[in-house]
DNA sequence: CAGCATCCCCGCAGATACTG
DNA sequence: CAGTATCTGCGGGGATGCTG
């Protein structure tokens, strides 16, 4: 077979087609990455701590997004080798700046979050207006 | 028809469902509004301005993170009655607020990605090593 | 408990065509 | 130029079941 008929079907992971500084950057602005790094920066969690604290996120999303966070040298992972198994995350120093900056990001969210949603009631209702009136 | 037909169908905009903190998050931190905000605290932008400035991003995408972003009161839309069309976006105070927040992790990123990738090397090498030997 | 494997849905996002 | 409208795929992400 040719190697031009593989190219086509060559793939990496999802997204990696891309600059490594927006890649980079989308991990760390991810869904549960975010909320990940924020966690971390309280304390270490185990797994499950983890799950309760962020709520909704499914087992699944959790592990990807910590084993994309560990890759990335954001994350510790200790596993300890024991029954039944304990797993703990927790940030690197790499990961801790990361997570401030996310955080700058989140208390700012918190903060301005009521004056969003007026500003959308706003938008919302001139939208409404302009379509009725 | 009756009404508990309809319900399953009751759908409101995709990931609505959530509380309004992760919400305004979400948006702050979506791929394409990231990149958005950072544009803006550089200057106002025209539409195709935006679309060259940021590269790779579709007219509907970024059609939808600026509608997302001016409904959440961050970004200003300024449509000049002219032909052919003008129209400017800029931040508001608001908008400029977060997107000193998501240039702080931009920075960050720009600064850390050399590690980050260093990172991720070691982690696939102790993997294959975890694999094969 | 902490994960991996599998299945499957639906919604994000790109492509295309059209409008003011 | 700056959008809308419509179609489509494919991959993110949830649900479930199983393993060490």
Redesign the interface.
Known sequence: MAVSDEVGSVRVVAGEA?C???L???H????WG??VLIELLDRPHRFSELRRAIG?VSEKMLTQTLQTL?????VHRDAKPVIPPRVDYSLTD?GR??AE??R???V???A??G??????E???ARKRDSEQG
Chains 1, 2 share one sequence.
């Not at 760390?28 to 869904?31: A, D, E, L």
């Not at 004056?115 to 959308?120: G, H, I, L, M, Y």
Request: net charge neutral.
């Open positions: 891309m490594p500084y927006r980079v950057l989308e760390v602005t991810s869904r975010v909320l909704r560990e890759r990335d040298g954001l790499l700046e990361a900056q996310v700058g990001l989140a700012w969210t918190e301005r979050m004056e969003v949603q007026k500003a959308r706003v938008y919302d």
